[in-house]
């Protein structure tokens, strides 16, 4: 007799769905970053340091969602 688990098995839908989400998170986190570093760097005319300020905090906020997206999943 198998034992019984409550958790199923996802299908490949859902995995898709997850996926394409982590890859949606991670890149608007990154252009968000970049945008709002390439106005301060307008406004200030300290061209291309809050840029890459930006990117860098986007990349690290990008990753920080990604890992509680799938943490949230794994709990599941």
Do not use: N
Request: no cysteine; proline share 4%.
């Amino acid at each position: 007799m198998a034992p019984t688990d409550k958790r199923r098995e996802p299908s490949m839908l859902a995995a898709l769905g997850l996926a394409s989400g982590i890859g949606l998170q991670l890149a608007a986190s990154v252009l968000v970053g970049l945008g709002l570093g390439f106005l301060v760097d307008k406004f200030f005319h300290t061209s291309p340091w809050f840029l890459l300020l930006g990117l860098l905090l986007g990349i690290a906020a990008g990753g920080y969602s990604v890992v509680r997206m799938v943490m949230k999943e794994m709990d599941r």
